[in-house]
C-alpha cells in the first residue's frame, strides 16, 4: 500500500518554465488536496477536490492549476514558474476531519 | 492577523520532561481540532483528533480544546529524543470540508 506517492521529490525551474507535480492515492480517497509549506508560513491551501471532475480554489491559487479527472491523480501544474513559487509542496488525500490527510513526502521545488 | 496562532519555537527540553504546545485562533465556527507531527523532510502525519471542546489522551499524548478561550493544546509527557520533530495544530470548519487551516508548526527539540 503506497498511499500518497509525489513525483518529482526535487526540481529546479528556470522563471518562465511551466511543469507538472504529480500526485497518485491507492487509498480511493475522495478528498484531494495541494499544499505549498514556506518558513514561518506553515500549510498554506493551493487547490482542493472532493471528488473526480470537482476543483476549488484554496487560500493562494494563483499561477496554479488543477484537474481531477480520476479519483487517483490529481497534479498540479506551474503556468509560468516565478521565484515566488520557491517552495515545498505537499499532496494530501483523506479527509481533514477524524481520520485527517495522509500526506505525500513532498515535492522540493526551486525556481530559479 | 492570522486565523491560526502558533509559537514556532524551537521549544528545547531534556528527556522525561512534560512538553506543552498550543495553538490560539480566531474564527469561532472551528469545530474540528487537529496535531500533526512532522519530521524533518517528511510529509506530515495526523497525532490527534478532537471534535469540539474537551479533552482526548492517547497514549503520552493529549490534546485539549478550550473554545471559550478559542485556545488548543497538545502535552506529551514523559518525551523522548524521537518525538523531537515540528508539531503543527489545523482546525476545520466542517467534517466535511477541506478547508483545513494549519498553524505554523513549533518546532521541538527532545535531548537525552
Known amino acids: 500500500n503506497a498511499g500518497v506517492t509525489q513525483t518529482p521529490k526535487f526540481q529546479v525551474l528556470k522563471t518562465g518554465q511551466s511543469m507538472t507535480l504529480q500526485c497518485a492515492q491507492d487509498m480511493n480517497h475522495e478528498y484531494m488536496s495541494w499544499y505549498r509549506q514556506d518558513p514561518g508560513m506553515g500549510l498554506r491551501l493551493i487547490h482542493y477536490?472532493?471528488?473526480?471532475?470537482?476543483?476549488d480554489q484554496g487560500e493562494v491559487p494563483n499561477g496554479y492549476n488543477v484537474s481531477r479527472s480520476t479519483t487517483e491523480d490529481f497534479p498540479l501544474r506551474l503556468l509560468s514558474a516565478a521565484p515566488s513559487q520557491t517552495s515545498v509542496y505537499f499532496c494530501a488525500s483523506g479527509s481533514p476531519g477524524r481520520h485527517g490527510y495522509t500526506f505525500g513526502s513532498g515535492t522540493r521545488l526551486t525556481v530559479v | 492577523q492570522k486565523e491560526v496562532e502558533q509559537d514556532p519555537g524551537p521549544l528545547s527540553v531534556p528527556e522525561g520532561a512534560i512538553v506543552s504546545l498550543n495553538c490560539t485562533y480566531s474564527n469561532s465556527a472551528f469545530q474540528y481540532f487537529m496535531w500533526y507531527r512532522q519530521y524533518s523532510r517528511k510529509g506530515p502525519e495526523l497525532l490527534m483528533y478532537?471534535?469540539?471542546?474537551g479533552n482526548k489522551e492517547d497514549g503520552r499524548f493529549t490534546a485539549q480544546v478550550d473554545k471559550s478561550s478559542k485556545y488548543i493544546s497538545l502535552f506529551i509527557r514523559d518525551s523522548q529524543p524521537s518525538d523531537s520533530a515540528t508539531y503543527l495544530c489545523?482546525?476545520?470548519?466542517?467534517?466535511?470540508?477541506?478547508?483545513?487551516?494549519f498553524g505554523t508548526g513549533t518546532r521541538l527539540q527532545v535531548f537525552p
Open positions: 478532537t471534535y469540539s471542546s
Open positions: 477536490s472532493v471528488g473526480a471532475g470537482i476543483t
Open positions: 489545523a482546525m476545520s470548519v466542517a467534517y466535511n470540508t477541506d478547508k483545513l487551516i
